[in-house]
């Protein structure tokens, strides 16, 4: 019965026990009334508000300033209101900030904040002597009257600087990933790694699910470091412009 009554009340099996008790005793239940005070609040709502006004006019400044402006305010300035406010804690300072008075007055909007891509780890390939490690780079052949021209995915292997040039009508996935499928297939070895700069063209989902699928490691260029995708850099020039030219091809 006890357990019955424990499910059906969501009552502890001392609680339960002690009204059984009383109604034996008595022959009815009695309701217990409060006979104690709650806690009283040491900071009045006026203190939140005086604390919200503090913030705004400071820019939300550390709680240990914050703290140090309301002791000058009450000391230096003979502001009464703030007397309470100067000898509050830091800690607690904060946990009136979090106050649905203070929420209420106030509301802090933060900007939204970049997530960084975790499509491709961002090093320098390691060959180790190996050839199958490309660095890739697109070279734009220029605009004419609004018109874009084509454009070339140059890629070269690190260690056998073995090149293979690839043009396209657009840097589009429609465009884009039937080439790379072709380029990667053309190489008289397999292609073990893939580098190129942080370009849109080659950090998305599309090609990473296709290197993925071929099991091709996927690295990208280091901010700061200039240096990482040179090999195709390099050859955009000594071998794409030279070839090319920088005239508009349509």
């Not at 005793?25 to 009334?33: D, E």
């Not at 000058?72 to 607690?92: D, K, P, T, W």
């Not at 007055?105 to 933060?110: E, G, K, L, P, V």
């Not at 884009?176 to 297939?185: C, K, R």
Request: hydrophobic residues 30%; contains cysteine.
């Amino acid at each position: 019965m006890i357990r019955y009554l424990m499910k059906i009340s969501g009552y502890f099996r001392q609680q339960i026990t002690r009204l059984i008790a009383q109604y034996r005793q008595h022959g009815r239940l009695q309701r217990r009334q409060r006979t104690v005070a709650g806690f009283q609040h040491q900071y009045t709502a006026k203190d939140i508000r005086l604390l919200a006004a503090m913030d705004e006019r400071h820019d939300t400044s550390c709680g240990q300033a914050i703290k140090k402006l309301c002791e000058r305010a009450c000391a230096v300035f003979g502001q009464a209101e703030y007397e309470r406010l100067a000898s509050i804690s830091v800690n607690h300072l904060y946990n009136l900030r979090k106050s649905t008075i203070y929420t209420r007055q106030r509301r802090h909007f933060a900007k939204t904040r970049p997530k960084p891509s975790t499509l491709g780890e961002r090093r320098q390939p390691q060959p180790n002597g190996r050839p199958g490690y490309i660095r890739i780079d697109t070279v734009h052949q220029g605009d004419l009257d609004k018109q874009k021209g084509v454009y070339h995915i140059n890629a070269v292997d690190e260690q056998t600087q073995f090149e293979i040039v690839v043009s396209v009508e657009k840097i589009s996935e429609q465009h884009l990933i039937p080439a790379l499928e072709q380029l990667l297939d053309s190489f008289p070895f397999s292609v073990l790694g893939f580098h190129s700069d942080n370009g849109l063209e080659y950090i998305n989902k599309r090609v990473a699910e296709l290197l993925e699928k071929l099991r091709i490691e996927f690295t990208k260029s280091r901010s700061r470091h200039s240096n990482d995708n040179a090999r195709a850099e390099s050859k955009n020039g000594a071998v794409v412009r030279k070839l090319f030219g920088y005239s508009h091809i349509p």
